[in-house]
């Protein structure tokens, strides 16, 4: 069981390498499910259009939660691993700012950790965003 968390300045790369990056995945032989949930900037905050989103992260303590949270879902689901990216500074509308990835030996548990993972970091993680308005 593993945990890995990144807080990066700036946009997340594309993930279609990703797979190839996680060695867990070349050497675990009981998964059987890998679910990646990416988080894309919008073009309408509320009603209005923007042109990026503005995070803040308040480090250390931002890690340092979503590690804690990424170890109780993995002990809590049984998963095998949690890989979790989340930006800092300006990503623009199109560009991905959040990435989870679980690893399980089936579906369902990866399913149900990813949407227990998003709705609790939203609540419990101090990590902001503001609007920057076209």
Same mark, same amino acid.
């Given at each position: 069981m593993s945990v890995a968390i990144h807080i990066v300045d700036g946009p997340l790369?594309?993930?279609?390498?990703?797979?190839a990056q996680n060695s867990l995945a070349q050497t675990a032989t009981n998964i059987g499910a890998t679910l990646v949930f990416e988080g894309v900037v919008r073009a309408l905050e509320g009603a209005r259009?923007?042109?990026?989103?503005?995070? &803040?992260?308040?480090?250390?303590?931002? $890690?340092?939660?979503?590690?804690?949270?990424?170890?109780?879902?993995?002990? +809590? %689901?049984?998963?095998?691993?949690?890989?979790? &990216?989340?930006?800092?500074?300006?990503? $623009?509308?199109?560009?991905r700012s959040f990435r989870l990835s679980v690893?399980? +030996? %089936?579906?369902?548990?990866?399913?149900?950790a990813t949407d227990e993972f998003i709705t609790r970091m939203k609540c419990d993680v101090p990590i902001w965003k503001s609007p920057v308005y076209s």
């Open positions: 790369q594309d993930a279609t390498n990703y797979g259009h923007i042109r990026a989103l503005e995070y &803040e992260a308040y480090e250390p303590m931002a $890690s340092r939660t979503l590690a804690g949270l990424a170890q109780d879902i993995l002990a +809590t %689901h049984g998963l095998i691993s949690i890989t979790v &990216e989340h930006s800092r500074g300006q990503v $623009s509308v199109g560009e690893q399980s +030996t %089936h579906r369902k548990e990866a399913l149900a």
